[in-house]
């Protein structure tokens, strides 16, 4: 039997979970690419969800979900938003990034936040999604750290040890690249804190699986302000 972290407060999130005349928890949801997994419900196996994850030429390792907050893992949660289903809604003050699936529901994951990840707030589209991406530091960076001056031409080869991890969304207003991303990070520590570089990280795991659920053009929203501020 798998210990699953915080099982009652989390069967309260997510039962009763309704969408389009089904249910949404166990089953697959109304929104996003077809063939996706199944939304984590109250019986959801996290220690094979956040396991070893073998990937290409890849295997990224293992989360040791059990030692961070259980709010940053993986898991459908209630949340009212005016935006349609099937729009991801970034909120970097309080590390959260949500899937919207309608009926006043998300599908929430943990997310790191980096000095990029608070200079830019909008609307955009997922424009390009690249898997094990090459990553290219930028020039501000690069003028805090000269030796990264080597990867700026060809760009720092996929890997373990990338800093953009297993996927990459590129985030687009219209014909501009806002040089926004949503990432996999090689830090896994990093997630739930502000870090000091990167736009918006994500556990390898997770960031595979929104990945995998969401197709291009989906709309994303940063926020521009903490929503629990006035609640604060």
Request: proline content about 8%; charged content about 25%.
């Amino acid at each position: 039997m798998v210990e699953r972290p915080g099982l009652s407060r989390r069967s309260i999130l997510t039962g009763s979970l309704l969408l389009a005349g089904g249910a949404l928890a166990g089953c697959q949801t109304a929104v996003g690419l077809p063939d996706q997994a199944e939304l984590p419900d109250e019986d959801f196996d996290y220690a094979s969800a956040y396991a070893a994850l073998p990937d290409g030429d890849f295997t990224w390792p293992a989360i040791n979900y059990k030692n961070f907050d259980e709010s940053y893992l993986r898991q459908v949660v209630e949340y009212k938003t005016r935006e349609m289903p099937g729009t991801i809604i970034v909120d970097p003050y309080n590390n959260y990034l949500y899937w919207t699936l309608g009926n006043k529901k998300a599908l929430r994951y943990g997310i790191g936040v980096g000095r990029a990840g608070f200079d830019w707030s909008g609307e955009a589209l997922v424009r390009v999604k690249r898997e094990h991406p090459i990553w290219r530091p930028p020039r501000e960076m690069i003028a805090r750290k000269p030796s990264l001056e080597r990867y700026w031409e060809k760009g720092y080869p996929p890997g373990l040890k990338n800093p953009l991890g297993a996927r990459a969304m590129d985030l687009w207003q219209g014909p501009v690249d806002t040089l926004y991303r949503i990432h996999g990070t090689n830090q896994p520590s990093s997630i739930g804190k502000s870090v000091s570089s990167g736009c918006i990280r994500m556990w390898q795991q997770d960031v595979i699986d929104l990945f995998n659920r969401v197709p291009l053009r989906t709309k994303v929203v940063v926020l521009s302000e903490d929503p629990n501020a006035d609640a604060a």
